[in-house]
Every structure is written in structure tokens, then in C-alpha cells.
């Protein structure tokens, strides 16, 4: 356990002021959270969505109480997250199975709930954590005002209908959050298996589970335009899970209110220097404040040092809300690794659930926390245990959940293809830049959590977890990389480095507390965040920044959608079968809209380049084919290049117009081989005879 010296502080708030200030942070939460809902659902319909994403987290709710006690706000935390990705694997379990009606959803889900509950009724917590106070409850709402602060401006404005009628979205939502919309259109479909909507001759290799919910519940309204609001309001809710998980850990090695809440808000606001950097070059070379929104800024290691690059947490708020739940899956599963030195197999067996869930829904991060796990385990038994050996075996009852999570991923053909791109090595991105990345990126927080093991080491923490986080981060960081992507194992390694070290950052804050050093304590964070906070609100500005339409490298760093392409997208949605191959140019329209077709028309396309899929050579092949078919003038070859990629529909606007001229489309207009059923503005559909 705890040592009783650092379990609490010696003079705590009467009961009063806890109690007004426990109530005026839930008072506060609440109003911003469904405030926040109520624009993004455009209605009612928003807090609406907040009850049934509440339904959703009731299966894991039994096994939460089971782990950490009904009466600890463990116990919540872990039975939500544990809830949704049960109810995202549950929902789709009777589509497999070919039971696409929508009554089979929500009686699976009944079902799944009331075995949870039969399971878990009358069972005690078999994990023992510190006790939990009104002060904690308080620093965890508080810590959660962080998701709709960060979010608001970025959320609100995703698809912001301009004076002119265009859909505005700035980069990069259009890498991750429409790629997102394409796929959660695929899983409304209901038609397993999961193709991919940029190569649909072949499976969807991708780690989907994360988008079920949200694509059951737009399929029950029936509305397309709901998926975008699903998808927000999902990660809007996902978020506050994510912050939920991060605090909770840090809790249960350090549990103390006001130095988890500091560590947690420096986690989230102030990880990164780069913005700090930014700000000293722009003034160094007399360029105006507003350079800064021509500036992928938090990635100025990539930039300019052509090193890896660290997402920080708001961006896994904003576009990767599937990695934050499975982050937070991971931690909940290393809780109950850390905190005994002997887990029964039952224990180990429940703790396991989660780390197996979060293999799920994102296969890297879920597979980097059960080595985590692994290595506590081992370490927990040598250090603390006369009999080390059974100690590991009990723990190792872990694995069976987690084996059951890699088999979901294996059955749904999640890693197909992947196997050849993972990289064991110095990573050469890694290597171009090694210490000047590592500064710039995590700089605020690794110091700080160095800081916390120089001056808390003597206190015997549990915080064997967040050495290992680190340990195993930084080695990933370093000696792992795909060869398609060498920049995104460097993401998820640093997401696993800021979401363990929470623990050694609240160590720091309380040891200069509890040595009546709290000058320097307010010195440290004043110092973190000058250096860090750039970079978040740069950051946070950029993301809502949808009026900003000048190139960037490659791409506009807001997309426009036209009314015209609006109106073609929607005829094709509902006057074309779920299943017909609607094919758009792909060469000329680059990294702007080369999700458009799955995204806002949600069908199929024969070929695409997909930038946030692994890269596989048929995508290069198939696109080739078919920029052939938009550049002869051949009608016949066109129709034969069509017929043989199995396109029904062919779109064309102002970008292939531009890129292959009129001669080249007019073979279109033949009768013989094609049918023109829509047209408005330089947008047309062509039907494929």
C-alpha cells in the first residue's frame, strides 16, 4: 500500500469548501459538456446522444466494481471504458453473423449487459487501491474541463458552412476525421466483411472496433450527415474517458488531488517546446504572429530537423479518438498490475480484460501496454515476492483476455498486409535528430518526471508502470518504425512515454509540497507552461482555423467543398445502392479530397491513395488504371478500363476538368458507353452502361 506519509495532506479543506468546490466544478463540467453537445448535434439531438453513449458503458460497469469496488471512482472509470469497447464489439457480433435487422444491436447489447451483471453480482473488488476522498473527486472534474476547453474550437468548426454555401475543413481533420466519417459510413452499411472504401475489392485491413457505436447509432437515424455529429460527439465523450484514465493512474501510485491535477493539466497543455521554438524564430527573423498558422507546429521536429514527431494529447482528442481509448484501456489494465505484488488469477484475469480490449481497438498501443504489463508483473514478483515464480504465473492469467482481443483482430483481417512494413532497428528518422526530437517534443514533461524520481525515489511510489511506460516508450521511439510510415510508431511511442509518466510528473509537485518548497512548486509549472503552452494554443487555434486557405506542403490547409460537389455527393448517396463502385479522379486531386467519394457520398471506390491507410502497391496500380481510363479519349478504352475496375459510377468536377481537359472528358457524353444522370456546376455523374 500507500505510505500513510503521502496519502493525504496534513491540513485538509473543511468539509464546506470541499463540498462548494466539488459542486461548482460538476456545475461547471456539466453546462460545458452539454453546451458543447448541443452545438455539435445541432439540437437536442446532441444531449441525446450523451444518454445513449451512457447506455453504451453499462455492460462494463459489473466488472469496473469488480476490479476497483462500486464505491471508488475506480470502479466508474474502469466500467466505462471497459463498457464501450465490449458494447462496439457486442453491436457488430450479429451483423457478422448476418443479423443486419435493427432490432439485433440492442439485443445483443441487452444481453451482454445483463450477463455482466449476473456475472459480477455479489463479488468484492479484488484490487485494493487508496482511498478515495471528495478532494479527489473534485481534482478529476476539474481535469476534465481540459476536453471541452481543448475541443470547442476545433469540433465546432468542422464542416462550417461558409456565406458562399461550401463546407470548410481544415487539414488535418481531413486526414483523420474524414477518413474516419468514410469508414463509419462502410460499418452503417451492416454488410460484413468490412470492405475498403479505396481498394472495395479487398477486406478492410484497419482496426475498426472504436467506430461501431457511432455507426450504429447514425444507421438507426438513418441521416448521413449524422455520422459527422456521431463522430464528434463520440470523441467528445471519449475524450473525457481518456482524461478520466490518465488522472485515475496517476492517482493510484501518487494519491494526492492538487499534484495529480498539476501533472495532468502540464500533460495535456504543456508537453511540448516546439511552440516556444516557433515563436523564437519568427521573432528572430522579424516575421508576424500570424506566420504561425502556416505551421504544422507541433511538428517542427519533422520541419525542421527532419526528425520523428510527437502528437500531443489534444491532437488524440481531436483526430485519434480510437488510440485515446485504447490508451486508456492500457492504463486501466496497468492499475491493477501495479498495485499488488501477487494478483490472484482472478485479478489478473479481470485486469487482463481491459488490456485486451485496447488490442482491440488500436493493435499496437494495446500490444506495447501488455509488455508493460508483463514487465511490472515480473518486477512486482522478484522485488516484493519470497516466491516469484507463482507470483508471475497468477499474473499471467492476464494473457487470455488479451489473446482473445489479438484473435478479434486476426478473425476481422486487421494486420494483412502489415507484417512486411514493421521494422526492428534505429529508426532513421529517430536517428537524424535523437536528442534535439526528444527535447522538443517532451521536453517539459520529461523534465519534470526526471524531477519526480530524483526527489520521490526514497517514498517507494508503485510506480514500477510509469518507469516501464517509459523504459518501453523510448525504446519503440527509437528501435521501431514501419517502413511506409516511418513517422507513426513515433506518435504512438510518445502517447505511451505522456500518458505514463503522469505519476512521476505529480511525484515532483508533491515532494516539493511536502518539503514546504511550494515557491518552487508554483516556480515549475509557471516555468512548464511558458515553455509548453505555445504549442498548445497554436496548436488549438490552428485546428479551428477554417478561413485559412493557402497551400501548405501538398495540400490547402482548409478543403472546400462546393455546393456543387455537395449536391452530386448527396444525389449519389441516395439515388445509387450501398454497393455501387463510384470512381473520382486520384492522381490530381493529391491529399485535399482524395477521401471525398467515401467520405461524403459514402460508396466505394475501385482505386484511391488512402493517406491514412498502410501503403500497399495495388493501391498505386488500380489508381493508375483508372487516371488511365479520365485521360484517353477513347470512349470504348474508358468504358473497357471501367468494366474491367468494376466502376458503376464515374464523378467528375473542376479538378479533372483542369487536370485532363474537355477532350478527355467528353468521351463521357458518348451514349454508347455512358449515361450522364447528374449535373450541376462543373460537377456530373456518369453511369457506367
Known sequence: MIPSTISSPSTPAPAADRSLALKAAAGVLSVAVVGLSWVLGHGSAGPGYLVLYALLLLPGLPLGFLLFGRGHAAGWIAGALIGYALSAIVLWIPVDLGFTGHAWAPTAWAALTAATHLIARGSHAVVVLPQWHRSDTAGLLCALLVVPLLVAGPFSRVGERDPAGNLRYRAYFTADFLWHVALTAELAKADPPIRNPYLERRALNYYWAYFVPPAMIARSVGAAHSIEACLLLNALCAGLLFVASIYLYGWCVVPRAGPILIAVLLTMLAASAEGLLALIRLARDHLPLASLRSLNVDALTAWIFQGLTV???????????????????????????????????????????????????????????????????????????????????????????????????????????????????????????????????????????????????????????????????????????????????????????????????????????????????????????????????????????????????????????????????????????????????????????????????????????????????????????????????????????????????????????????????????????????????????????
Not at 481509448?325 to 486501466?332: E, H, K, N, R, V
Not at 485496447?358 to 499496437?364: D, K, N, T
Not at 517509459?470 to 505522456?498: C, D, H, K, M, N
Not at 455501387?580 to 466505394?604: D, Y
Open 311 to 689: 502528437d500531443s494529447l489534444p491532437r488524440s482528442l481531436w483526430y485519434t479518438p480510437q488510440h485515446a481509448a485504447a490508451c486508456g484501456l492500457g492504463l486501466i489494465g496497468l492499475i491493477g498490475a501495479g498495485h499488488s505484488s501477487k494478483l490472484s488469477p482472478k485479478a489478473a484475469l479481470l485486469a487482463g480484460v481491459p488490456l485486451g480490449l485496447s488490442i482491440v481497438f488500436s493493435p499496437f498501443l494495446g500490444g506495447s501496454f501488455c509488455v508493460i504489463y508483463g514487465v511490472v508483473a515480473i518486477w512486482n514478483a522478484f522485488e516484493q515476492s519470497e516466491r516469484p515464480l507463482p507470483a508471475i504465473a497468477g499474473s499471467a492469467m492476464a494473457v487470455v483476455p488479451a489473446l482473445a482481443g489479438l484473435a478479434w483482430c486476426v478473425a476481422n483481417q486487421t494486420f494483412d498486409g502489415a507484417g512486411g512494413s514493421v521494422e526492428i532497428g534505429l529508426s532513421p528518422r529517430a536517428a537524424t535528430a535523437p536528442f534535439t526530437t526528444l527535447a522538443l517534443a517532451l521536453g517539459p514533461i520529461l523534465t519534470l518526471a526526471i524531477g519526480g524520481l530524483m526527489l520521490a525515489w526514497s517514498r517507494r511510489y508503485r510506480w514500477h508502470a510509469s518507469i516501464a511506460g517509459l523504459a518501453i516508450g523510448l525504446t519503440l521511439f527509437y528501435f521501431v518504425y514501419l517502413s511506409s510510415e516511418p513517422v507513426w510508431v513515433g506518435w504512438r511511442a510518445g502517447q505511451i512515454i505522456l500518458v505514463t509518466t503522469t505519476p512521476l510528473v505529480a511525484a515532483f509537485f508533491a515532494a516539493l509540497v511536502d518539503t514546504s518548497r511550494r515557491a518552487a512548486a508554483v516556480i515549475a509549472a509557471a516555468l512548464a507552461l511558458a515553455v509548453g503552452l505555445p504549442t498548445t494554443l497554436s496548436d488549438t487555434w490552428n485546428a479551428q482555423d477554417v478561413e485559412h486557405v493557402a497551400m501548405g506542403p501538398g495540400f490547402r490547409w482548409t478543403v472546400v467543398v462546393p455546393p456543387a460537389t455537395q449536391a452530386a455527393m448527396k444525389w449519389i448517396r441516395e439515388r445509387t445502392p450501398d454497393e455501387a463502385v463510384v470512381q473520382m479522379s486520384i492522381g490530381p486531386r493529391g491529399r485535399e479530397t482524395w477521401t471525398l467519394v467515401p467520405t461524403f457520398a459514402a460508396r466505394r471506390m475501385a482505386a484511391g491513395e488512402p493517406i491514412s491507410l498502410l501503403h500497399v502497391t495495388e493501391y498505386d496500380q488500380r489508381s493508375g488504371a483508372v487516371d488511365a481510363m479520365f485521360r484517353t479519349t477513347n470512349a470504348a478504352e474508358a468504358s473497357r478500363l471501367a468494366h474491367a475496375q468494376r466502376i458503376d459510377y464515374v464523378y467528375v468536377d473542376g479538378v479533372e476538368r483542369k487536370a485532363f481537359g474537355v477532350d478527355a472528358l467528353a468521351k463521357f457524353s458518348d451514349p454508347q458507353y455512358f449515361e450522364q444522370v447528374f449535373e450541376e456546376g462543373d460537377a456530373a455523374v456518369f453511369q457506367v452502361r
